[in-house]
C-alpha cells in the first residue's frame, strides 16, 4: 500500500486516549485504524442507505431462508467430534 507523510494538526489527548484503547504503538498506526473504521462504518452506510431506498424481493429473501446442506459424500472427516452438532440443522 502506498504511504505518504503528512502533517496534521491532532488532539494529543485523543491521540493518546486512542493509543491505550487500540493498543497501538504509533501515531501513524492510531490513525491507520481510524480510517480503517471509518471507511468501514461509512460503507456500511451506504450500503445500509441503499437497500433502505430498494429493499429484497421476495426471490431475494427466500434465498436467505433456504437452509444450507453439505453433501460431504466420501469425505471421512468426523465433523461431529470436531465441531458438535449444532452448526446444521438435522434432516
Do not use: C, F, N, Q
Not at 505518504?4 to 504509533?26: F, Q, Y
Not at 434465498?63 to 444450507?68: I, Q, R
Request: zero cysteines.
Amino acid at each position: 500500500m502506498a504511504r505518504e507523510k503528512a502533517t496534521v494538526t491532532l488532539d494529543r489527548a485523543k491521540v493518546r486516549s486512542a493509543m491505550t484503547l487500540i493498543g497501538g504503538a504509533s501515531m501513524s498506526e492510531v490513525i491507520d485504524v481510524a480510517l480503517d473504521r471509518l471507511i468501514h462504518v461509512e460503507r456500511l452506510r451506504h450500503d445500509i442507505a441503499a437497500y433502505s431506498k430498494h429493499p429484497p424481493s421476495a426471490d431475494e429473501i427466500a434465498l436467505t431462508e433456504m437452509s444450507l446442506r453439505l453433501d460431504l459424500g466420501d469425505d471421512d472427516v468426523d465433523y461431529e467430534a470436531l465441531y458438535g452438532t449444532g452448526l446444521w440443522p438435522r434432516r
